[in-house]
């Protein structure tokens, strides 16, 4: 009977690539994980040329990075505008010639240089003082621009991709003082939709943009900057505050814009100058955009600031208004009354003949703060609703009971919220919209501060304007606004700041460095927008990339849907962010890919990790104190466990742990008396401000305890929020508040949000206790990742694989405790481990020497470990037969045998027999 050994060949396992048709380019998607910033290979000696994302300011002294690649790599869909960064640092001062890349007909390039502003006071501590990147430039293609020596100047590219470009990679080459660089454009295989998903309400002075370009009226000039200066905001997926100017309904107060004749009919006579044909124009888009409008409008507004003050007209349609017509007459059938109220009516009938009710608002007051605004507006909106219910009201506060429960005004109604971000709740929001059919929007404020982010602070980093677009769509907030979009009273150039923030009251700049006028026409007629402007746009688009990831849907509250999930990887809570740009901008492109159909899912991405987050998970125990201070004790031991002392300290990538907000007024507390030396140490904010800490661990299972509160103290408004979870939710402390809870960590890093605006919380301690049910020493999210392992019993010491490695050591080593053989390489890991080699890398595993001798019918397999390399293997032995060389699992005749056994004989009844020895079982 003749006898054929089988020779296994082991193959290595490469990763696993998304399969696409054939017509499909994969060069653009074959590393999920790719860098943007690197050296280009096209440097000179007298040229360092480099490249960067968007979301990455470049000053003048930033370093020029070490990696090094030959190539810039953006990525859009169809009609979408995306960004890129090429900087030079040249060796002398010099000029350099620009010349922008030219990809074919339906993909357009506008160049900019970066420029910068001097800060002189820092809005926060996330600013930095001296020269910062914002003004962006306008360049036209071939201009000549001065560069200094040993210094960065940015040039910033906008690629404008039409909805008729042919998906798949396109290059051309950016030049810059005659170096040429190839730009690889990868067109994904869908567009961004023409409909602006985000309404928004940006104040912009138009009057300003006439005066600073010296454009004259009213003819053929007048109009084509009326014309730009809305494309521009629509371009950039934004609505002017008010869209239809130099037209419109009404006039500030709500009076009549339009002819009104008091018996309850409106008339237009006034052409483009009027209401009828600018809405036709701006709002349907007849002539404009392609056929596309703005998606809403303010067709009505108060006049000034304090919502108690009645802003009507004081005279209309024959009548005067006195204090009897407002709400503390609580009179709406007054001559006065009666009259606007008709007027009301009047108008909501009016725009729905027009077919614009849906998208219009009557913006009836600004930041009510006292029982008078409260009352006032209630009453007011209460009145209104009677007369026109169907005209949509806005108030710019957060949704608040004083106006929406008011005990006296029952019928108040509010349709839009518009809550500054850093008093936003969505727990109400929510309530509001399931319940009652009105939405929120958010703006900001130089009083949005850090934790929260705000995408128009200047000295911000510049990834904060790119989180909007994915804190609305998390938050199912329907829109933002902004107040002042290009207030050039004071030269931005020159003089940043306002009410101690820099950027506030601009994110457009004057077309001149000195803030005077510029010739008709002498700038090509371009606008000078800013990096934070920029990266709003690009935010907005990352919107309708979640949009059409969710079946071109919006979200809605209370339901999950597909594009949550990559939401949660970028915004993490109210004031808790994934800062990282490349991460950002990584998963885009496989959500791009992902809509586009050129892979059938989003793969997940790992962060950078700090070394703690990327080790096996334990326990943490942190003590909040000055770390110089009391207590004193090194190590610091309460209860059998150190405690990591920790301090006021900005967050910290290589330290892997900080704070988040403003530092200005933070305190230590070490109190002479407590129930230990844990609760005697206190933390705080001395002027109640907001703060967010983050503590980069591995993801797990935890139980979280946290304790707020002072000796001998009664603090009434402590607020702790760990992972979402309200711990301590406005409550008093007397003396302490001590609470537990169990939470999961899936982005390795723990954040608690700390602290309500102008009230004291009093922290102490936090312990973060991994979560071990069968206390065997291996965490339960560990073991409930395999299924040879049970969280409920000690099984820390078992050897199921019969690898040579116990389960608590496999877990060590990131080895699978269930899979002899973890990295498929032929050898079982503890074989690996105990020998040097890595049981994670197939490429070091050493095969068996064997040798097999015939005795009549019986076979007998020989490994000897006294031949190499069998000396440097050992385990467990496993002997397969099969009459197929395809062996299994369930081919296995002998084993497990015995570290030192050295051969095993068998009498197989084959008559072609196929052997396989291993020291790992086959899986």
């Given at each position: 009977m003749p006898l054929i050994i089988f020779v296994m060949i082991i193959l290595l396992i490469q990763p696993i690539t998304p399969v696409v048709s054939a017509d499909q380019n994969t060069s653009s998607i074959d590393n999920w994980e790719q860098d943007y910033t690197y050296r280009l290979e096209q440097s000179t000696a007298s040229y360092e040329m480099w490249t960067t994302l968007p979301s990455e300011r470049v000053f003048k002294d930033s370093a020029v990075p070490v990696d090094t690649g030959s190539e810039v790599k953006v990525y859009a869909a169809r009609n979408e505008y995306e960004p890129f960064q090429v900087v030079l640092k040249p060796t002398i001062s010099t000029a350099v010639t620009v010349i922008s890349p030219d990809f074919g007909p339906g993909i357009e390039v506008e160049i900019y240089q970066v420029k910068y502003v001097y800060i002189s006071q820092t809005s926060d501590n996330l600013g930095r003082l001296g020269d910062y990147p914002d003004p962006l430039w306008p360049l036209e293609s071939g201009s000549s621009v001065s560069v200094s020596a040993g210094e960065n100047t940015a040039f910033w590219f906008n690629l404008a991709v039409s909805h008729n470009v042919v998906c798949g990679d396109y290059t051309a080459m950016v030049q810059i003082a005659g170096i040429s660089v190839p730009v690889r454009l990868h067109v994904f295989d869908f567009a961004i939709p023409d409909e602006l998903h985000v309404l928004s309400q940006m104040n912009?002075?138009?009057?300003?943009?006439?005066?600073?370009?010296?454009?004259p009226c009213c003819d053929t000039e007048y109009w084509y900057y009326v014309?730009?200066?809305?494309?521009?905001?629509?371009?950039?997926?934004?609505?002017?505050?008010?869209?239809?100017?130099?037209?419109?309904?009404?006039?500030?107060?709500?009076?009549?814009?339009?002819?009104?004749?008091?018996?309850?009919?409106?008339?237009?006579?006034?052409?483009i100058w009027g209401f009828v044909q600018p809405a036709d124009k701006y709002l349907n888009g007849n002539g404009f955009n392609e056929g596309i409008g703005f998606p809403c409008s303010m067709a009505a507004t108060f006049q000034d600031n304090d919502p108690s003050t009645d802003q009507r007209p004081s005279l209309f349609c024959?009548?005067?208004?006195?204090?009897?017509?407002?709400?503390?007459?609580?009179?709406?059938?007054?001559?006065?009354?009666?009259?606007?109220?008709?007027?009301?009516?009047?108008?909501?009938?009016?725009?729905?003949?027009?077919?614009?009710?849906?998208?219009?608002?009557?913006?009836?007051?600004?930041?009510?703060?006292?029982?008078?605004?409260?009352?006032a507006v209630a009453w007011y909106s209460q009145e209104l609703k009677i007369a026109a219910p169907g005209w949509k009201l806005m108030v710019s506060e957060e949704p608040k009971p004083e106006i929406y429960a008011h005990p006296t005004y029952t019928g108040?109604?509010?349709?839009?919220?518009?809550?500054?971000?850093?008093?936003?709740?969505?727990?109400?929001?929510?309530?509001?919209?399931?319940?009652?059919?009105?939405?929120?929007?958010?703006?900001?404020?130089?009083?949005?501060?850090?934790?929260?982010?705000?995408?128009?602070?200047?000295?911000?980093?510049?990834?904060?304007?790119?989180?909007?677009?994915?804190?609305?769509?998390?938050?199912?907030?329907?829109?933002?606004?902004?107040?002042?979009?290009?207030?050039?009273?004071?030269?931005?150039?020159?003089?940043?700041?306002?009410?101690?923030?820099?950027?506030?009251?601009?994110?457009?700049?004057?077309?001149?460095?000195?803030?005077?006028?510029?010739?008709?026409?002498?700038?090509?007629?371009?606008?000078?927008?800013?990096?934070?402007?920029?990266?709003?746009r690009d935010s907005l688009e990352d919107y309708e990339y979640l949009f059409v990831l969710n079946d071109f849907s919006q979200p809605i509250v209370g339901l999950a849907n597909p594009a949550d999930l990559q939401a949660d990887k970028i915004i993490k809570g109210l004031t808790s962010y994934t800062r990282n740009s490349e991460f950002m901008y990584n998963l885009r492109r496989l959500i791009g890919l992902k809509n586009g159909g050129e892979i059938d899912q989003i793969p997940d991405l790992d962060l950078p990790l700090h070394p703690r987050a990327a080790a096996s998970p334990t326990s943490y125990y942190l003590n909040f104190q000055d770390p110089i201070g009391q207590p004193t004790a090194e190590p610091l031991i309460v209860n059998g466990h150190e405690y990591q002392k920790i301090g006021w300290s900005d967050y910290n990538e290589t330290v892997g742990l900080g704070w988040y907000g403003d530092m200005a007024h933070v305190m230590y507390q070490w109190l002479s008396n407590g129930p230990?030396?844990?609760?005697?140490?206190?933390?705080?904010?001395?002027?109640?401000?907001?703060?967010?800490?983050?503590?980069?661990?591995?993801?797990?299972?935890?139980?979280?305890?946290?304790?707020?509160?002072?000796?001998?103290?009664?603090?009434?408004?402590?607020?702790?929020?760990?992972?979402?979870?309200?711990?301590?939710?406005?409550?008093?402390?007397?003396?302490?508040?001590?609470?537990?809870?169990?939470?999961?960590?899936?982005?390795?890093?723990?954040?608690?949000?700390?602290?309500?605006?102008?009230?004291?919380?009093?922290?102490?301690?936090?312990?973060?206790?991994?979560?071990?049910?069968?206390?065997?020493?291996?965490?339960?999210?560990?073991?409930?990742?395999?299924?040879?392992?049970?969280?409920?019993?000690?099984?820390?010491?078992?050897?199921?694989?019969?690898?040579?490695?116990i389960n608590a050591d496999e877990l060590l080593q990131k080895t699978d405790p269930c899979l002899g053989d973890s990295d498929a390489g032929g050898e079982n890991d503890g074989s690996e481990l105990h020998h040097g080699r890595d049981p994670l890398n197939p490429q070091d595993d050493l095969d068996l020497t064997l040798k097999l001798t015939r005795l009549g019918t019986t076979i007998t397999l020989i490994w000897d470990q006294n031949w190499p390399p069998n000396s440097s293997i050992e385990g467990y032995y496993f002997v397969y037969r099969s009459t197929s060389p395809e062996l299994s699992a369930s081919d296995m005749i002998y084993g497990p045998l015995p570290n030192g056994t050295e051969q095993q004989a068998d009498d197989p009844d084959c008559d072609i027999c196929y052997y396989l020895v291993r020291n790992s079982l086959l899986p």
């Open positions: 912009a002075n138009f009057n300003e943009v006439l005066t600073r370009y010296s454009v014309d730009s200066f809305k494309q521009f905001f629509i371009d950039h997926r934004l609505t002017p505050k008010g869209p239809l100017w130099p037209g419109g309904l009404t006039s500030n107060g709500g009076g009549p814009f339009i002819d009104y004749d008091c018996g309850g009919n409106l008339s237009d006579p006034h052409g024959g009548q005067t208004r006195s204090a009897m017509d407002w709400y503390t007459g609580n009179n709406p059938n007054t001559p006065y009354n009666q009259k606007w109220f008709e007027y009301m009516s009047t108008i909501e009938a009016y725009l729905t003949s027009y077919g614009y009710l849906d998208r219009s608002y009557y913006y009836l007051a600004n930041e009510p703060q006292d029982q008078a605004d409260y009352d108040s109604k509010i349709d839009i919220w518009l809550a500054v971000l850093n008093n936003y709740d969505p727990v109400i929001s929510y309530e509001r919209e399931l319940n009652h059919a009105e939405t929120t929007w958010v703006y900001f404020l130089h009083g949005t501060r850090p934790p929260y982010f705000n995408p128009i602070t200047l000295d911000h980093p510049g990834i904060e304007s790119k989180f909007i677009g994915w804190f609305l769509w998390k938050y199912r907030v329907r829109g933002m606004a902004y107040y002042s979009m290009n207030n050039w009273n004071i030269n931005p150039w020159t003089n940043p700041m306002t009410d101690g923030h820099n950027g506030d009251t601009f994110m457009l700049y004057p077309p001149s460095e000195d803030n005077t006028d510029i010739p008709y026409g002498s700038n090509n007629h371009r606008f000078v927008p800013s990096i934070r402007f920029e990266l709003m230990n030396p844990l609760q005697r140490s206190v933390i705080y904010d001395d002027w109640g401000r907001q703060k967010t800490f983050d503590f980069d661990l591995p993801n797990c299972s935890y139980q979280v305890t946290v304790s707020v509160g002072w000796q001998g103290g009664n603090y009434l408004h402590n607020k702790i929020w760990i992972e979402g979870i309200p711990f301590i939710d406005d409550e008093a402390s007397n003396p302490y508040l001590v609470r537990t809870n169990d939470l999961s960590i899936t982005d390795y890093m723990l954040t608690m949000e700390m602290g309500i605006f102008d009230e004291y919380t009093m922290l102490n301690y936090l312990d973060i206790v991994v979560i071990d049910s069968d206390m065997d020493g291996m965490p339960d999210c560990q073991e409930n990742n395999f299924t040879c392992l049970d969280p409920d019993v000690d099984d820390a010491g078992l050897d199921p694989d019969y690898d040579y490695l």
